[in-house]
Nanobody, 127 residues
Framework: QVQLVESGGGLVQPGGSLRLSCAAS????????MSWVRQAPGKGLEWVSD????????YYADSVKGRFTISRDNAKNTLYLQMDSLKPEDTAVYYC????????????????????WGQGTQVTVSS
């Protein structure tokens, strides 16, 4: 069955960096676009970033543009999110999510555009 397993979260000071990973299995990873989505305490889901199936197209929310980098290794069936210059407002549970198609989007689409989600990994930015 399809599984998405995130890792790499933790506690980091403002200005620090973290690299999240999402290990995918149970489907042909290289055929689908992937996203990172986060949920801050007491708030709704927020789209963070997209990458198309081949990895050549990447998109970011304005709130993370220039600080976060999404990438994928299709040979390893793994999605990444490199997060630099972290801010307290980046504190959230971060989810990887599988889109139903190969194309990535440069904006937040409806959540029904995804068919599988990981369990999430907590990122806390605090001094």
């Amino acid at each position: 069955q399809v599984q998405l397993v995130e890792s790499g979260g933790g506690l980091v000071q403002p200005g620090g960096s973290l690299r999240l990973s999402c290990a995918a299995s149970g489907f042909t990873f290289s055929n689908y676009a992937m996203s990172w989505v986060r949920q801050a305490p007491g708030k709704g889901l927020e789209w963070v970033s997209d990458i198309n199936s081949g990895g050549g197209s990447t998109y970011y929310a304005d709130s993370v543009k220039g600080r976060f980098t999404i990438s994928r290794d299709n040979a390893k069936n793994t999605l990444y999110l490199q997060m630099d210059s972290l801010k307290p407002e980046d504190t959230a549970v971060y989810y990887c999510a599988k889109r139903k198609i190969a194309v990535a989007y440069d904006y937040a689409t409806g959540w029904d555009e995804y068919d599988y989600w990981g369990q999430g990994t907590q990122v806390t930015v605090s001094s």
